[in-house]
T-cell receptor
Framework: DSGVTQTPKHLITATGQRVTLRCSPRSGDLSVYWYQQSLDQGLQFLIQYYNGEERAKGNILERFSAQQFPDLHSELNLSSLELGDSALYFC??????????????FGSGTRLTVV | QKEVEQDPGPLSVPEGAIVSLNCTYS??????FMWYRQYSRKGPELLMY????GNKEDGRFTAQVDKSSKYISLFIRDSQPSDSATYLC????????????FGKGTLLTVNP
C-alpha cells in the first residue's frame, strides 16, 4: 500500500456522462498530481494542486476539472465523456522535502472505460 | 519530436542477464531524472532518482545520466523474474515545478 488512495478502482460509464474520481494523498503530503495513462500516449500530466491551490496545468481538456479540498483530498471531474477518455487515471502525492529522494508516490489508479 | 523517447520493447531476457533500458530527451531544461517501475494494474513506483549528469547505484540497479547527449540509462544486474514489469523514465526541470514528463515505458520480461 503506497498510502495514496484512489476510488473507485474501476468505472464503466456511457458517452456523454460525467464522473468524479477521488484521491486521498499520503499523510502529510500537500501536493496532489493527476495523470492520465493510455496505451498510445503513455503517462500524461493533467494538473497539480498544492495545499488547495492549482499549481501547474498540463494537457487537461476543458471538459475535465479538478480541485483539492481543505482536508487535502482531491477530485478529478470528467464530463461529456468520449470513448477516447477511456484510460487509467493516476493520482500521486508528494511532500516538497521528499522530492529529491522519493519523488511522487502514486496510487493504484482508476480504470475508466467509456462505452 | 516527443520530449522523451523510450523504446517500448517488449524486452525478454533470461534470469541473471544484465538489462539495459534507455531514454533520450530533447528538452535541455530537464535536470532531474527518474526511473519508475510499474507492475501490471498497479501505479508506478520510484526506483531511482538522479540529479544532473553522472551515475547512481542502488543494489542491482544503476542509473546513468549523460546530459551532453540527452541520454539516460537504467542497468539491472542479475535480473530476476520479479523484475518483470514496465519501466518508465521520467524527468523534470528545476525549481518548484514538479511536473514530470514520462517516457512511454519499456515492457521487460525476465524468464526463469
Amino acid at each position: 500500500d503506497s498510502g495514496v488512495t484512489q476510488t473507485p478502482k474501476h468505472l464503466i460509464t456511457a458517452t456523454g456522462q460525467r464522473v468524479t474520481l477521488r484521491c486521498s494523498p499520503r499523510s502529510g503530503d500537500l501536493s496532489v498530481y493527476w495523470y492520465q495513462q493510455s496505451l498510445d500516449q503513455g503517462l500524461q500530466f493533467l494538473i497539480q494542486y498544492y495545499n488547495g491551490e492549482e499549481r501547474a496545468k498540463g494537457n487537461i481538456l476543458e471538459r475535465f476539472s479538478a480541485q483539492q479540498f481543505p482536508d487535502l483530498h482531491s477530485e478529478l471531474n470528467l464530463s461529456s465523456l468520449e470513448l477516447g477518455d477511456s484510460a487509467l487515471y493516476f493520482c500521486a502525492s508528494s511532500a516538497s522535502a521528499d522530492m529529491r529522494t522519493r519523488g511522487y508516490t502514486f496510487g493504484s489508479g482508476t480504470r475508466l472505460t467509456v462505452v | 519530436q516527443k520530449e522523451v523517447e523510450q523504446d517500448p520493447g517488449p524486452l525478454s531476457v533470461p534470469e541473471g542477464a544484465i538489462v539495459s533500458l534507455n531514454c533520450t530527451y530533447s528538452n535541455s531544461a530537464f535536470q532531474y531524472f527518474m526511473w519508475y517501475r510499474q507492475y501490471s494494474r498497479k501505479g508506478p513506483e520510484l526506483l531511482m532518482y538522479t540529479y544532473s549528469s553522472g551515475n547512481k547505484e542502488d543494489g542491482r540497479f544503476t542509473a546513468q545520466v549523460d546530459k551532453s547527449s540527452k541520454y539516460i540509462s537504467l542497468f539491472i544486474r542479475d535480473s530476476q523474474p520479479s523484475d518483470s514489469a514496465t519501466y518508465l523514465c521520467a524527468m523534470r526541470g528545476g525549481g518548484s515545478n514538479y511536473k514530470l514528463t514520462f517516457g512511454k515505458g519499456t515492457l521487460l520480461t525476465v524468464n526463469p
